[in-house]
């Protein structure tokens, strides 16, 4: 198949990832520019910090590249990215440190803005990344993927 039918037409997952097993591993760079607003979005919800969700993202495609030969095809290989980054995002949230979060989140709010809402709005999301990184594994990922990763019922199901 010609490189250019890569980026011509909707992409079949199992065809791109044969080609990429196969040899082609420039083809994965299709995957990449798909996928990762969305990974990167995703980890971001997840970890709050824009260069946290940088890393978790470029970790999450180094996985999948790594592990193609594992995907089985029984759901959209944007379903099972998600998994790998959910994954790499509360791997990661749970070995950083905490630091002085509430000085970066009153860098982060906009000039003018009330502080006390910044620091209200930052404990908050905190408060929701922990609760949700506290449930056990299973239920972690669906609630990651469902609120987080934006996926549909029937996609977590697949």
């Known amino acids: 198949m010609e490189r250019a039918a890569w980026h011509d037409e909707v992409v079949d997952d199992r065809a791109l990832i044969d080609a990429v097993l196969a040899g ?15 990974v990167y979005r995703t980890c971001l919800r997840i970890l709050g910090r824009p260069h946290d969700a940088e890393d978790a993202t470029q970790e999450s495609f180094v996985i999948a590249y790594r592990s193609l030969g594992s995907f089985r095809g029984e759901g959209p290989l944007g379903g099972w990215l998600l998994r790998i980054a959910i994954r790499q995002a509360y791997r990661r949230l749970g070995q950083r440190r905490e630091t002085s979060e509430l000085k970066q989140e009153m860098s982060i709010g906009a000039p003018g ?20 990184a506290a449930l056990s594994d299973p239920y972690r990922e669906v609630v990651a993927l469902r609120f987080f990763g934006e996926l549909s019922l029937n996609e977590i199901a697949v």
């Open 24 to 38: 082609d591993r420039d083809l994965f760079r299709v995957l990449v520019e798909r996928e990762q607003v969305t």
């Open 113 to 132: 803005s009330d502080p006390l809402a910044v620091t209200l709005a930052g404990e908050r999301e905190r408060a929701v990344r922990l609760a949700v």
